[in-house]
């Protein structure tokens, strides 16, 4: 197929396209930017460099991508972003790329779908099959695991993390990490158990979803400090391999963990599915 690039694209001669990339009106694509078979690049979209976007990946009009970070710390050092396949990015978001602070790039993986205005901030690494509400924002330094949810307008702070299957609920605001296969919701987010409709959605059956409502019991509803619900995590569960990545996701948090269930001095803020 041949390439298709409108006439009033700017595109900087460094620039390395795939034979059959789309580019639409007066778009932007910068030096040192590398863009993969079968992506579609809407009008007015603008894609700086140092970036590198891979295959079948469909870039809306006036989206932002490969931008500097906005971050104090940075001086023009070279950073990258780095975006899979099979992604969408949506009307005026923006996808900055990294710091020398925070490791020099930002990752995208695959099939993941950023709605309009969401904003990936410089060294965030986002998996595989996410989904980013309209607005929803993403500080510096966060972690997305596969397959989690963010709703509209949600807000994560700086360097917290979004565990697997996680669901974020509308205008939640984030400021630890985010439990794997549950609901965080709220201004002052509270957990409002496991996301058992997405995790259905996403081929969980009962056999599989049981251990994983167990575990938030005993971690959320028990009374346990966190220390003691672990170790009894690992007597009664920890061969599960889903209750392994609990276990593995709560040892290694750097921030706390989003865990007060509602009436426990938060607030149920937010929307849920």
């Keep these: 197929m041949e390439s298709r690039i409108h006439p009033t694209a700017v595109i900087d001669p460094s620039a390395e396209l795939a034979s059959d990339v789309s580019v639409g009106p007066f778009a932007i694509i910068g030096a040192d930017v ?16 140092p970036t590198r976007i891979g295959e079948r990946n469909r ?3 006036q989206a932002c991508v490969g931008f500097r970070p906005q971050d104090l ?13 099979d992604n969408t990015i949506r009307e005026f978001a923006t996808l900055h790329r990294g710091t020398e602070l925070g490791g020099g790039v930002t990752r995208v993986g695959n099939g993941n779908l950023f709605m309009a205005y969401t904003h ?18 993403l500080a510096g330094h966060v972690e997305v695991a596969d397959d989690a949810i963010l709703s509209a307008f949600c807000a994560v702070h700086q360097f917290c993390r979004i565990g697997r299957h996680a669901y974020i609920g509308g205008y939640t605001v984030v400021t630890m990490d985010a439990l794997p296969y549950a609901k965080t919701v709220g201004l002052k987010a509270v957990c409002l158990g496991i996301n058992r409709i997405g995790l ?25 400090n966190t220390a003691d619900a672990l170790a009894k995590l690992r007597d ?16 290694s948090t750097q921030r706390g963990i989003l865990k007060t269930p509602p ?11």
């Design 59 to 61: 870039i809306f009009g």
């Design 263 to 273: 009436g426990r001095g938060g607030s149920r803020g937010g929307a849920t599915d």
């Design 200 to 224: 259905q959605r996403r081929g969980f059956d009962e056999d599989r979803l049981r251990p994983l409502e167990s575990a938030y019991r005993t971690l959320v509803r028990s009374g346990l």
């Design 73 to 85: 710390k940075f001086h023009g050092e070279r950073s990258y972003l780095e975006i899979g396949d």
């Design 120 to 137: 990936v901030a410089h060294d965030c690494i986002v998996g595989d099959r996410t989904i980013f509400g309209n607005a929803s924002t």
């Design 34 to 49: 590398v863009v993969g078979s079968g992506t579609e690049i809407g009008a007015a979209a603008q894609i700086h460099g």
């Design 236 to 251: 009664e569960q920890g061969e599960n391999e889903d209750i392994a990545y609990l276990i593995e996701f709560l040892e």
